[in-house]
């Protein structure tokens, strides 16, 4: 069964370093979206992509932050200068057509800034 | 702005046994959808069940229902006959309806469901 991919499964880095979150989300899905979840908080979304451009995006996805579908398959997240808040697990979703289709969910990176 | 609450943080049941978990929502819209995901300790997270908030009739799928009152903004999840399997961290979720969202989901703060043998 297809399904989406993430990685690293945990990364560490220090306060200011960019650091680059991978997705290859489900071959034929159209929409793409990260989220993130602090420890011991809820999952917040962070950006929605569509047709190589941000179909919306939330308070917290601010100039730090930045997507890319640099090919047909990869969908990443950078973040240019991260910060100790940063620490938590970023989830990448993509659904198949229309937004109201169902979202499949990658495993998560852990990412852990010192 | 819409929120997503989960009061329950969490829950036990026995195996074979029944459990509900409780999630309450505001929202002024009235196209929408809502959803359990539940979230194994593999950390992916899967759909269990969706219900579109224009339809009446409450979702069940196999094991799994829900309880929806609209007027409330209460969708809680029922497990029947409930497995080892079941056990997980479970979130509702709320996306606001198709012609007004690309997809953003709001998501409550989950409910740790322990299956006892």
């Known amino acids: 069964e297809p399904e989406v991919t993430q990685t690293p499964s945990h990364q560490v880095t220090q306060m200011g370093q960019e650091v680059i979150l991978r997705c290859v989300p489900i071959s034929n899905h159209l929409y793409f979206y990260w989220y993130r979840q602090i420890l011991g908080q809820k999952v917040e979304f962070l950006v929605s992509?569509?047709?190589?451009?941000?179909?919306?995006k939330s308070e917290i996805f601010d100039d730090q932050f930045s997507v890319e579908r640099p090919d047909g398959s990869n969908f990443t997240l950078k973040i240019r200068s991260t910060k100790l808040e940063d620490s938590a697990m970023y989830f990448c979703?993509?659904?198949?057509?229309?937004?109201?289709?169902?979202?499949?969910f990658g495993p998560g990176t852990r990412l852990t800034v010192l | 702005a819409q929120t997503v609450t989960q009061s329950q943080p969490e829950m036990s049941v026995q195996e074979a046994e029944t459990v509900t978990l409780s999630c309450t929502y505001d929202t002024s819209e009235s196209d929408y959808y809502l959803f359990w995901y539940k979230q194994p300790p593999s950390r992916q997270m899967i759909l269990v069940i969706r219900?579109?908030?224009?339809?009446?009739q409450n979702a069940t799928e196999n094991r799994f229902s829900v309880n929806f009152q609209k007027a409330a903004k209460s969708f809680s999840l029922k497990i029947s006959d409930s497995q080892l399997g079941d056990a997980a961290m479970y979130f509702c979720a709320y996306r606001r309806g198709s012609g007004t969202s690309y997809g953003k989901l709001t998501f409550g703060q989950g409910t740790i469901l322990t299956v006892h043998p």
């Open positions: 992509f569509y047709n190589n451009e941000i179909s919306e």
């Open positions: 219900q579109e908030a224009y339809k009446q």
């Open positions: 979703a993509s659904s198949v057509l229309a937004p109201y289709n169902e979202q499949f």
